[in-house]
């Protein structure tokens, strides 16, 4: 079993609808939770970080952590063709190496 | 922009070869770390330098091995390149520790293995 499992989609929405992204972890001891967003041919780029459980909003988007069933989440509201990209979800093990699931790919079209 | 920069942008090897890609850190930083990335799959941790000394690492054979300069750049080599090794190597810096809060990702260096 995966450490951390995320379904590669891809998902493809229209634009303004609500995105559900969802990622599950194995390792009840992982206490730090983040989104990246990653475009074709560049790096991933911190989206959101969050500790423990609980909600956390910016802007548009907002993170979600339920440690009890071990799920993390991240909903786009208003979505935009320019939010079209690959969205890896990232735990923290130990403090020394982040844990990627393998990202989803989303397509928002006009 | 990150300021993490590395180079080159693509390699292409053949099996059996060694390869060396560079990583020149956001100013200030003095954390490097290393990910690979095989296609449709996340970031696998390779290795983390702190201050030149290595800080960790991932599942990866000793034929991956590193160095942290003292301008914090860093290089990651690889010897006797295998097919499997072709994916996108990352770089990525912060500051300090526990790290992973502020980690800033470079573009990658795309190794193909033939």
């Known amino acids: 079993q995966k450490e951390v499992e995320q379904d590669p989609g891809p998902l493809s929405v229209p634009e303004g609808a609500i995105v559900s992204l969802n990622c599950t972890y194995s390792?009840?001891?992982?206490?730090?939770f983040m989104w990246y967003r990653q475009y074709s041919r560049k790096g991933p780029e911190l989206l959101m970080y969050t500790y423990s459980s609980g909600n956390k909003e910016d802007g548009r988007f907002t993170a979600q952590v339920d440690k009890s069933s071990k799920y993390i989440s991240l909903f786009i509201r208003d979505s935009q063709p320019s939010d079209s990209a690959t969205y890896l979800c990232a735990t923290d093990h130990n403090t020394d190496k982040l844990i990627f699931g393998t990202g989803t790919r989303l397509q928002v079209f006009p | 922009e990150t300021g993490v920069t590395q180079s080159p942008t693509h390699l292409i090897k053949t099996r059996g070869q060694q390869v060396t890609l560079r990583c020149s850190s956001q100013s200030g930083h003095n954390t490097v770390s290393w990910y690979q990335q095989a296609l449709g799959q996340g970031p696998q941790f390779i290795f983390q330098?702190?201050?030149?000394?290595?800080?960790g690492r991932g599942n990866f054979p000793p034929r991956f091995s590193g160095l942290q300069f003292p301008n914090y750049s860093s290089e990651l080599n690889v010897n006797a390149l295998e097919l499997d090794d072709s994916a996108l190597y990352l770089c990525?810096?912060?500051?300090?520790?526990?790290?992973?809060?502020?980690?800033?990702f470079g573009s990658g260096t795309q190794l193909s293995v033939l």
């Open positions: 330098y702190y201050r030149e000394e290595e800080n």
């Open positions: 990525a810096s912060s500051l300090g520790q526990p790290t992973n809060e502020k980690l800033f």
């Open positions: 390792n009840s001891a992982f206490q730090y």
